[in-house]
Structure formats: structure tokens, C-alpha cells
């Protein structure tokens, strides 16, 4: 467990963590030892294997993965928040998923991370104007690694899209911290009005595979969204909604929906 120290402790520590994993992968497959080498251990800081993870994913035709990784690297050195978030989001994917592990193990193999630590360069991009740089990298994601979010959107911390595939964030949505999506998940406008339309996804929300939660609507902090559930209306904190049009099905108890750190406001 990571103590409660200072974010610069913290991220120094998390790292060593990741280093020390990636050097029991690397001994016990030997096969991905050059990938764990290029990707992680050869790095001298989180930011610099993050750049580096992400840029091998984006590449193109149009531009080499030392020009990605060079625009990705100097975002992230002029945005800590960044750097943070993404470890947030590493602990939230290995302590959700049963199939997570180890946080090397996601930091290599989960797109919906990879897209989620993109996003939010792509976010920073949006905030200071280069909307068209931050247009091109969202596209990339999404014909790359399958979600497509608006560079527009705002996501809060110890985010999880599980599988990543087919998720779609309009450009006025907000997703609060501790959110968990899965796959095939819409949070998308109506097509009639223009303005603030997309959904508002408040704190530890969970929202099931299939589910599309159109307009501008809140989906209340700590509830859950059933898989396949279509919702057009306020839902509750602390439930669960399902079906089509979704409508509560169990009301939690407060013990079900209680986290250790407080949420980060994102406002929206």
C-alpha cells in the first residue's frame, strides 16, 4: 500500500512499484523483456514510459513515434495533474478488475487506459486553444484504440473503462472520479439542442455494458447503471437503474457507497 505522503513521494513511489513488476515480467517471460525495456525500464520517470507507451500506440504514417512522444512528454511535463490522474486511474483499473494483476500488467495491455491518459492530453490541448491539435489526437484514439471522446470532455481521477471498446463521451459531458464504464457505453446528446447536452456522470458510478444515457441528465454519485439500460432522466445517488427507459431497481445501503479519499470537484 502507498502511504500518504506528498503527490511527489507518491508518484516516486508508485513508480519504483512499477519498475520493480516490470522486472518480474521481464524474468519470468523473457519474450517481453525488449518491450518491458523500451516501455518502462530503460525511463527515468513515469512521465517519460507513459509518453513513450502512449506514442507506440498512436504512430502513423504522418508522424514518426519520436515526434508523438515528444509532444505527449512535453504535455505531460507541463501538466503534473496528468501524471497524477493516471496513476489514480492504473490503482482504480487493479483494484476493479479481477483480471488486473499487476498495475504493469495494465500499464502495457489496456487501451481503455491508454485512451483515458490520451484524453486527458488531448483535454489540455482543447483548454489552451489548440483545439485542432486536440481534435487529430481524439481521432487517433478512437480509430486506434476504439473509445471516442470528445477532447472537450471533462473526467475526473481513478477513472476505469473496462475493455474501452465502443464508448462514446460527447463533448459536454462531465465524469466525476472513481467512475467505472464498460464497455459499448454511450454518454451521448439527444441531436436536438446545442449548449450543455450531454450527461453529468457523478462520483463512483458504475454503468454497465450497453447502456446509453442521452441528454443532459445526472446520473447521481455511487448509483449503478444495468447493462443494455437506456436512461433519459435524472437518476438518484446510491441506486440502481435498469431497463429501457431505465428505472430504479434497488435502492443501496450508505455503507455501499462510501470511498476513503474525497472527490476531486469537477465542475459541470
Given amino acids: ?46 512521465q517519460e514510459a ?7 500506440d498512436l504512430t502513423c504514417s504522418d508522424m514518426s513515434e519520436d515526434a508523438f512522444r515528444t509532444l505527449l512528454l512535453e504535455m505531460l511535463n507541463e501538466d503534473p495533474a496528468i501524471v497524477a490522474s493516471s496513476v489514480r486511474d492504473l490503482v482504480a483499473v487493479h483494484s476493479n478488475d479481477p483480471a488486473c494483476r499487476t498495475y504493469v500488467h495494465a ?17 489540455q490541448l482543447w483548454e489552451t486553444g489548440r483545439t485542432e491539435l486536440a481534435a487529430w489526437l481524439s481521432n487517433r484514439v478512437s480509430l486506434i484504440l476504439g473509445p471516442d471522446i470528445h477532447p472537450a470532455a471533462q473526467l475526473g481521477t481513478g477513472i476505469m ?21 464498460l464497455q459499448n457505453v454511450t454518454l451521448g446528446g439527444t441531436g436536438k ?54 428505472r430504479i431497481v434497488r435502492l443501496h445501503r450508505h455503507a455501499d457507497f462510501r470511498l476513503e479519499e474525497p472527490a476531486r470537484p469537477i465542475h459541470g
Fill in 161 to 181: 473503462l473496462d475493455h474501452g471498446s465502443g464508448v462514446v463521451i460527447g463533448e459536454t459531458a462531465v465524469v466525476e472520479d472513481d467512475v467505472t464504464i
Fill in 193 to 246: 439542442t446545442r449548449g450543455d447536452r450531454h450527461p453529468k456522470v457523478r462520483r463512483g458510478v458504475m454503468i454497465g455494458a450497453g447502456a446509453n444515457i442521452i441528454g443532459n441528465v445526472e446520473i447521481g454519485a455511487f448509483s449503478k447503471v444495468g447493462a443494455g439500460s437506456v436512461v433519459l432522466k435524472d437518476v438518484p445517488q446510491g441506486c440502481t437503474v435498469a431497463g429501457m427507459p431505465a
Fill in 107 to 123: 500499464f502495457l495491455n489496456y487501451k481503455g487506459f491508454h485512451a483515458v491518459q490520451v484524453h486527458r492530453i488531448a483535454h
Fill in 50 to 56: 507513459l509518453a513513450t507507451r502512449l506514442a507506440n
Fill in 1 to 46: 500500500m502507498i502511504s500518504k505522503q506528498t503527490p511527489e513521494t507518491k508518484l516516486l513511489q508508485f513508480w519504483q512499484v512499477l519498475r520493480q513488476e516490470a522486472r518480474v515480467m521481464a524474468q519470468t517471460e523473457p519474450f517481453l523483456a525488449p518491450k518491458l525495456s523500451r516501455m518502462l525500464l530503460r525511463h527515468g520517470s513515469l
